[in-house]
């Protein structure tokens, strides 16, 4: 079973790409196949998006499912008027936030909305060029700027946490990988030593950490199953005798990895 | 006018804070207070987030507004019972969704919801290590393998597009800085002139630029007006001359300048 799905909005199709991939994700039985139309923000390209909801219409057989933040009302009436079944983010809610907050919406008022918040965001920007410099054990002077130093064996995922951390709550985050040497030692290495308090540990099941391994390099020791057992063994008991937190990451998304360790480390995301 | 808004997940809270995000940015003249309560996965999270709910209100005078993606029935139930005004993803959709795709929701039956596709999923780490490896006009004999190579002078907004293209989309971006040698010359640095078809240029309004670069050396010969000028001049003029798409950055957040890039370039974005 295939249903065509379109993500619409007049600005990036984020929001509705959120919103709706979450809705489907339901649904587990069924096949999406998934378009986004951004930027559709003037009549003829709401008028385009018909057709191509109607194309589908006419391949799949079924009507296509549409998640739409569209603001625009006179965008919105077109869109209503395709064979879809609309989900319309800013109907289903507008209205009642109107009543609890006792005013207009900027959409009821004709303002355009004030999605994306201006300009690059200096303390995302700042945060994101802090996790490159201080990437896989660079950088380990600037620690002392740290909101947070990730520490874990190579591929536990510590870089794409970094980078989300910064992109998404403009948390500095820099990464340290423990090598073999430095598992090797009683205690911590003496580079982290006197950040313990920032320290937050990245662990995996050994079979996951193989495979992840073997992608990067088949066959070899650094990949064997045996190796990566030893490894996790002694960074596990390293965080527990150095009394750093840590994280499973076997089965998470960057998305899980990084919430999880904003909350449990109780960190202090940017203004957003 | 100031009310509190909490934003209430079984998980990493993230659409839950992107659906409530939008929803929000069309009541600009009231000041929100946000709270993200991630993770509540059982009873006694739940109630523990009604107490904050209750105490909000105390403290506001108002009714806190709530976004909610709680997916388990009993979990809703008590938080419908807080006395905040909830705005629940599910309830507004999940109705109309079962109807139009004639079958129950995993909710319905009482499985667990399938968010975050598990694991890190490998395209979205490569697409990050290449965005770092080929950062700043490093790895450039790479740029064969790169999906798109971001151009533009210092700060014009490339690394923290690139590494969003990579994050969010799995596009492999590589970014090539516009030095004034680079300006000098006439036509493409050879660099970058076998790869022409892969180019995407960042511009900037001048005084925004300077503004930016003002920040990172004040005072400077680099941040000075004049010289913004002449660069944004002359790389503009080099991506007119040989036929590079380009786009001005100027107002644009990271996601609307990666998602305009993702469009404009027509690039095929990881499978999600």
Known sequence: MKRTVFFVSDHTAITAETFGRSLLSQFETVTFERVTQPFVDCEAKAIDTCRRIADAFARDGQAPLVF????????RQILECS???V???FEAFLDRM???LGQPSAQAI???HGLGNAALGRGRVEALRFAIDCDDGIGVDAYDKADII?????RSGKTPASLFLALHYGIKAANYPLTEEDLNLSGLPSNLRKHRERLFGLTMNPERLHQLREERRPG?????LEQ???EIRAADGLFQAAGIPYLDTSTMSVEEIAANILHRAGLQRMRW
Chains 1, 2 share one sequence.
């Open 68 to 75: 739409s933040t569209l603001t625009d009302d006179h965008l």
């Open 83 to 85: 064979e879809a079944v």
């Open 87 to 89: 989900f319309d983010l």
């Open 98 to 100: 109107e009543t609890a």
């Open 110 to 112: 004709g303002r355009a």
């Open 150 to 154: 990730l520490v874990g064996v190579s």
């Open 220 to 224: 070899s020791r650094y990949a064997s």
């Open 228 to 230: 990566c057992r030893n």
